[in-house]
């Protein structure tokens, strides 16, 4: 697949959001191509492009000028790095815009909550050490290296992103688990995979069913989006990292 790179100017780069209470994108499009990402049902409209989901990516070349701009006159709340685009994914080896965006927290010590895929996160490790208040997660969805190839054809591969977990958990970094949507896994494997590596986790079902079920289908997987499926696996994993005195929080 092309990948579509255009250098765009962002207007504002530091932005409200429902999660936390800013969010920073430093990119619009996101090359891991997951399929049941929810930015794929909105993003290609927003951003004006044409492009397949996964083939186009907007690289916001003045965020950190604009960030330093914004952080002047913002109140110091949690921000969130990315949330509808992976901060880590492989352009940012070339761009550095994450990086820079953290290098202007940093100075003001702003609270950060990374998550991503992408063990790229681990390059800027000793600047997250720096942080009086940082955290990373990981979404990790299945256990099976070949469920998530299928649905995440592009990112790191589960063990990698295991690995890096478990790698900034031991150098101090708050750490978390974002699973979801559940896709097919052994849930007490899974759990197993994280013990040790991560403060908390996050548990989430498939939420865009309608967009989705077409792909379920074609790949003989359709057990996987009814209710009785995310009902097991909910209890399976609260019960799993209970037991290992993780907190857990399911979100449906």
């Keep these: 697949m092309v990948l579509a790179v255009r250098e765009v100017f962002a207007k504002s780069i530091l932005n409200k959001s429902k999660v936390m209470d800013y969010c920073i994108n430093p990119y619009v499009g996101c090359e891991h191509a997951c399929v049941y990402c929810y930015a794929r049902l909105f993003m290609p409209r927003y951003s004006k492009h044409k492009e397949k989901w996964g083939s186009f990516v907007d690289v916001k070349i003045n965020a950190a000028e604009i960030l330093k701009k914004q952080i002047k006159k913002a109140e110091k ?3 969130w790095i990315s949330g509808v685009t992976d901060p880590y994914q492989p352009l ?8 820079k965006c953290l290098e202007v927290l940093l100075h003001e010590q702003w609270p950060i909550t990374i998550q991503t895929k992408s ?3 681990l390059r800027d ?4 050490k720096r942080f009086k208040q940082a955290e990373v997660g990981f979404t990790i969805t299945t256990d099976r290296e070949s469920i998530a190839k299928l649905f995440e054809p592009n990112a790191p591969a589960i063990k ?8 900034l958990h031991e150098e101090g970094i708050r750490t978390f688990a974002f699973i979801g949507p559940i ?7 899974l759990a197993s995979m994280l013990f040790d590596k991560v403060d ?14 077409k792909f379920y289908k074609e790949h003989t997987l359709e057990y996987a989006l009814k209710s009785e499926f995310f009902k ?5 994993f609260l019960s799993a990292f209970h037991d290992a005195g993780i907190e857990a929080k399911a979100l449906f």
């Design 232 to 236: 097991e696996k909910k209890q399976s």
């Design 160 to 167: 990698e992103r295991v690995t890096a977990l478990q790698k």
């Design 77 to 79: 709340k949690p921000v």
């Design 200 to 213: 908390y986790v996050f548990l989430d079902r498939m939420n865009y069913k309608s967009t989705i079920e």
């Design 119 to 121: 063990l790229l996160v």
């Design 125 to 128: 490790l000793e600047l997250l």
């Design 92 to 99: 940012e080896a070339k761009y550095s815009l994450t990086r």
């Design 183 to 189: 896709l097919p896994c052994d849930a007490e494997h």
